[in-house]
């Protein structure tokens, strides 16, 4: 059981690594103003996405599930936690979409947010990082 947790925290430090990167990325196409470089965010962000972040999120789907499948019988003396945690992966899920549009929107060069907007955007993952894994560690309901 030990390596399904193993796969599934290297899995979740690769979709981390992603969502702390893409939005940085988006604070620098925000900012650019030239045809090549826009070109070159636009190929960045796509690889990103689709190479490193989305399939991240897939496996650190699917190994956590697998372990909350393995260890149910477990949780229901825990469920407090982990109810907590489940909900608050159900939103980083949703910011991992919402990265996804945003991604569309500077494919199709239909960006309406400025840099400012971007670096603010970028915070968001660490109070999800912070809360899950205090969450997960603490196990405190």
Known sequence: ML????????????????????????????????????ERFKV???????????PGMVLTL???????????????????WLHVKLALLALLVIYHILCGKWLVDFKHDRNRHSHIYFRWVNEIPVLFLFAIVWLAVLKPF
Request: no cysteine; proline share 3%; hydrophobic share 55%.
């Open 62 to 80: 699917g190994f956590g599930g697998w372990m909350l499948a393995d260890y149910a019988w477990i949780l229901y003396a825990m469920a407090g």
């Open 3 to 38: 390596w399904l947790k193993a796969l599934h925290l290297i899995f979740m430090v690769t979709w981390f690594a992603g969502l702390f990167y893409l939005p940085r990325l988006f604070v620098y196409h925000a900012m650019s103003d030239d045809a090549p470089s826009n």
């Open 44 to 54: 960045m962000e796509r690889k990103l996405y689709y190479g490193i972040m989305t």
